[in-house]
């Protein structure tokens, strides 16, 4: 069965501190992987759509890699607004995402 | 270009009652899924939809249930509600889950069941 796993669950940060969020997945035949924030109280917001390992996407302070086993979320000089729930979520083939537990990143100013 | 909206945004209801909610996908998508979110279960999959036909289900009961119109708007239904089926209540679109599978997703529906 499809498991996506990410670490650590919660981490804190000082504005500035950079650091990297971890997705691991096992799927056999991944199609996606996918990276999304999410503010409390609302839906998840579309960041990154990555295809193959090697690939690489930037967005501001944000990066997303993809290895055959891992995703990585690099966070460079964040600032207090970065502050929210990062889900991971791969797509395998059947018409849906399979998500992760998230990880709650809180960036102290 | 709108996003993804839902309706109601809040709802209470009492067990055993049943609720509708309601989405509006970006215009042009025509692949809307559910998701069901809560704190021990993070996001979980309960279908999607293309062209008015469920294209896939996830491990829900039957008490669950959807469907799509013509216009690519969708519902579901959820019937006898329990404790449990206190949630966030998403919904996604995409121009077709199997061409594409980016999804945008509304800004959720949160039921309260008491």
């Known amino acids: ?109 | 270009k709108a996003g993804v909206t839902q309706t109601p945004r809040y709802l209470i209801k009492t067990r055993g009652q049943q609720v509708t909610l309601s989405c509006s996908p970006i215009s042009g998508h025509r692949s809307v899924s559910w998701y069901q979110q809560t704190p021990g279960q993070g996001l979980q999959f309960l279908f999607e939809y293309f062209s008015e036909t469920q294209r896939n289900k996830g491990n829900f009961p039957g008490r669950f249930s959807g469907r799509q119109f013509s216009n690519s708007r969708s519902e579901m239904n959820v019937s006898t509600l329990e404790l449990g089926d206190s949630a966030l209540y998403l919904c996604a679109s995409s121009l077709d889950f199997r061409a594409g599978p980016t999804q945008y997703f509304g800004p959720g529906t949160r039921l309260t069941v008491l």
Do not use: M
């Open chain 1, 1 to 109: 069965e499809d498991q996506v796993t990410q670490s650590p669950e919660a981490l804190r940060l000082q504005e500035g501190e950079s650091s990297s969020l971890n997705c691991s997945y096992t799927v056999s035949g991944l199609r996606g992987l996918f990276w999304y924030r999410q503010d409390p109280g609302k839906g998840p917001e579309f960041l990154f759509t990555l295809y193959s390992a090697g690939e690489e996407k930037e967005k501001e302070r944000l990066k997303a890699t993809l290895t055959k086993k891992e995703s990585f979320l690099h966070i460079t000089a964040p600032k207090p607004e970065d502050s929210a729930t990062y889900l991971c979520a791969v797509h395998r083939g059947a018409q849906k995402l399979v998500f992760g537990q998230g990880t709650r990143l809180t960036i102290n100013p």
